[in-house]
Each structure stands twice: as structure tokens, then as C-alpha cells.
């Protein structure tokens, strides 16, 4: 087995703990609760995961998942903005309409996390193949990339890429990486998840979702 190099290797183990809890949080997450952690990934794109966070809770507290009322103007509250808050209102409310269809696959413990994720991206409009990883992460499934410009730097770093795409990749391309990423992970014997989380707070200071 190979050695995952410095410094990433002394980061690691002196934020194993953490990044393990974190993902056991992950697995906790109650399925009542799996809708705003769709949410949250279609806000968090170009807004901050904070604020993000802060609308989701006020989303939550006033269950709009129930009552499925306009949320445009929890999204521009300029306390927490969220950009495209237009667009982004409409996503809420479109996948509100067909979370239920969804709900099952997300609870078979028989289905493969390529197989959710495929799921989600059939039902889900506006969602690409980083926030359905993302999504599904967060409500603990493993073993998908969450592929964005803070991990292709890390991957590059470790030789795992040879350069870092311009712009989005193409579904087969993030596949592509994805593989490659597995593949190190086994190299190194510490999972993609963990990795992720420690790229991440690597880059933030912190172990966030």
C-alpha cells in the first residue's frame, strides 16, 4: 500500500476523528430530513454554504416542504443570499413535486450509489453530477466524488489528474476522474469521503457538509 504523502498525511491523522464523525453524521440523518439536504445542494452553488444553511433552516422551521408556499423571498433575504434566488425558488418547488417519487430509492439499502445518483439526476431538474454526489453524501451514501475546483487542486497536486478541466466536465469525464480517484483511494487505503472531507478542510479550516 502506498503512503498518502505530506503534508495531506499529518493532516489526516490529526483530523481523523473529526472527518469520521462528520461522516457518521451523514448516516444519521433521518429521511424526514433528506429533502433539505436536496435543497441545500441546489442553493449552495454560487452562495455560500452558510447562507445556504441559514435558508434552509428558516425553510425548515416554516415546512415548506409541506406546504410548498413561494420561498423566493426566504432566498433573497439579503441576511442570506442566495444568488439566482429566482431560479433556484423554481428548482425548490419542482423538486418538491416529485421528491416522493424519489423517496424510495433513496431508502433501498440494495441500490448501488451509482444507481441513486442516477435516480436523482433523472428526477431532479437543474442538478448535475457534483450536487447529486453531493446531495447523496450528505444523507449517507459513500463512495461518490463531489468533484469542484477545491478537490481537482488537491488531485492535481497528487498526480491523480494531469490538469484541471476548464469548465465543467462532461458526465463522462467526471466518471472518468471519479474512477481514477477510487483507484488512488485504494492505493492510499483511506476512502474517497474521507479524502474529500479532508481536502476540504485543507482548504477552509473547516469539516463542513
Known amino acids: ?26 448516516e444519521e440523518i433521518p429521511s424526514s430530513q433528506y429533502f433539505y439536504e436536496l435543497a441545500f445542494c441546489i442553493l449552495t452553488p454560487q452562495s455560500s454554504a452558510a447562507n445556504a444553511d441559514a435558508t434552509i433552516a428558516e425553510l425548515t422551521r416554516d415546512r415548506f416542504l409541506e406546504f410548498g408556499f413561494d420561498p423566493t423571498s426566504y432566498l433573497r433575504d439579503p441576511k442570506h443570499y442566495i444568488r439566482f434566488h429566482n431560479v433556484k425558488a423554481r428548482r425548490l418547488l419542482s423538486i418538491r413535486d416529485k421528491f416522493y ?17 442516477e435516480i436523482v439526476l433523472e428526477h431532479v431538474q437543474g442538478l448535475g453530477m457534483k450536487e447529486a454526489s453531493h446531495f447523496l453524501r450528505n444523507i449517507g451514501v459513500r463512495g461518490l466524488a463531489i468533484l469542484d475546483r477545491h478537490i481537482f487542486k488537491h488531485l ?17 469525464k467526471y466518471l472518468e476522474i471519479e474512477q481514477r480517484w477510487k483507484n488512488y483511494a485504494a492505493k492510499v487505503g483511506i476512502s ?18
Open 1 to 26: 500500500m502506498v503512503k498518502l504523502p505530506e503534508p495531506w498525511l499529518s493532516v489526516y491523522n490529526e483530523r481523523l476523528s473529526a472527518i469520521r464523525r462528520r461522516l457518521q453524521d451523514f
Open 101 to 117: 417519487e424519489i423517496l424510495p430509492a433513496l431508502q433501498n439499502s440494495s441500490l448501488k450509489p451509482e444507481e441513486k445518483r
Open 192 to 209: 474517497i469521503d474521507e479524502l474529500d472531507l479532508l481536502f476540504w478542510s485543507m482548504e477552509t479550516g473547516e469539516i463542513r457538509k
Open 156 to 172: 492535481l497536486r497528487l498526480k491523480v489528474i494531469r490538469e484541471i478541466p476548464q469548465s465543467g466536465p462532461t458526465k463522462k
